[in-house]
Every structure is written in structure tokens, then in C-alpha cells.
Nanobody, 116 residues
Framework: QVQLVESGGGFVQAGGSLRLSCAASGTIWSPNVMGWYRQAPGKQRESVATMTTIGATDYADSVKGRFIISRDNAKNTVYLQMNSLKPEDTAAYYC??????????WGKGTPVTVSS
């Protein structure tokens, strides 16, 4: 079983920055994909950014140029540096790990609130 624990969410004014972290523990198979998703109130969960074990990344169009995903494979940790935050970035942010067998795991989420 894999456990994911997010941290780093909080309140920030528009234009500010936050850095999210997600530490994975348990039996983790490589290669895998770790990433960040978000869900705003009344909306569906959407992909924000993902990164493979070898460093390939994918970003939602809405965050390109503002958010940067990175990971430390030795620590099984993924990060999301969020810059130039906008009120529309307000959401609960969830960490996800998808292993090579297609099994997906989720963290409990961390809230991000961006005030205008």
C-alpha cells in the first residue's frame, strides 16, 4: 500500500507564491508518475501537473509558465512551485501516484486559497 501526504497549502494574495510537497511512503514501484490535481468547489477534479520517474512533465494550459513540478526520486517526494497565483487557482490540491501496474493512489489534499 502507498500513502501520500501533502503539505504546503495555505492562504496567499494574488500574485504570490506557494510550494506544495507530497511525500510518498510504502511499497512504491518504478517507473511511476507523480502529480498534482486540484478540485475547486462545485467543479470536477482536474490535472495540474505530472512528472514521470525520468523527468517528463505535463502541465495544464492554465498553469503553464507559472507552476513548476519537480521530484526527488530518492525521497519519493514531488513538489509543486506555484508562482503568480490567481484567485482561480483556489482549490484543494491533491497528490497522485500512478505506478507501472496502473494502480493509482491519492493523498487527502491540501487547501490553497488565493485572495484578490
Amino acid at each position: 500500500q502507498v500513502q501520500l501526504v501533502e503539505s504546503g497549502g495555505g492562504f496567499v494574495q494574488a500574485g504570490g507564491s506557494l510550494r506544495l510537497s507530497c511525500a510518498a511512503s510504502g511499497t512504491i514501484w518504478s517507473p511511476n508518475v507523480m502529480g498534482w490535481y486540484r478540485q475547486a468547489p462545485g467543479k470536477q477534479r482536474e490535472s495540474v501537473a505530472t512528472m514521470t520517474t525520468i523527468g517528463a512533465t505535463d502541465y495544464a494550459d492554465s498553469v503553464k509558465g507559472r507552476f513548476i513540478i519537480s521530484r526527488d526520486n530518492a525521497k519519493n517526494t514531488v513538489y509543486l512551485q506555484m508562482n503568480s497565483l490567481k484567485p482561480e487557482d483556489t482549490a484543494a490540491y491533491y497528490c497522485n501516484l500512478l505506478d507501472q501496474y496502473g494502480r493509482g493512489y491519492w493523498g487527502k489534499g491540501t487547501p490553497v486559497t488565493v485572495s484578490s
